[in-house]
């Protein structure tokens, strides 16, 4: 069956780093468009960044760029985020996703790994 398993997440200072890591399984990952996203206490979730399937293209959220990467390995069917210069307002849980498609919403969601960054 599908899973998406997220590791990586943790508790850190301000102004550390941690990298996260989705390792996918079930189904074709290069054809899926790969996403992060993550949602704090009391908000939604919001999208943080997606990397096409074969990793020419990355979008990021206004709030993380030029802090965070994401990347994938098509043959180890991982996408990762790495995340500098963390601040108390990147404190949430982190999904991963796939998409199947260019546009709309994601098909598949992992569990969710907890990040903390302590001011």
């Known amino acids: 069956q599908v899973q998406l398993v997220e590791s990586g997440g943790g508790l850190v200072q301000a102004g550390g780093s941690l990298r996260l890591s989705c390792t996918a399984s079930g189904f074709t990952f290069n054809r899926y468009v790969m996403g992060w996203f993550r949602q704090a206490p009391g908000k939604e979730r919001e999208f943080v960044a997606s990397v096409t399937t074969m990793g020419y293209t990355v979008r990021y959220a206004d709030s993380v760029k030029g802090r965070f990467t994401i990347s994938r390995d098509n043959v180890k069917n991982t996408v990762t985020l790495q995340m500098n210069s963390l601040k108390p307002e990147d404190t949430a849980v982190y999904y991963c996703?796939?998409?199947?498609?260019?546009?709309?919403?994601?098909?598949?969601w992992g569990q969710g790994t907890q990040v903390s960054v302590a001011s």
């Open positions: 996703a796939a998409r199947l498609g260019q546009y709309g919403s994601y098909d598949y």
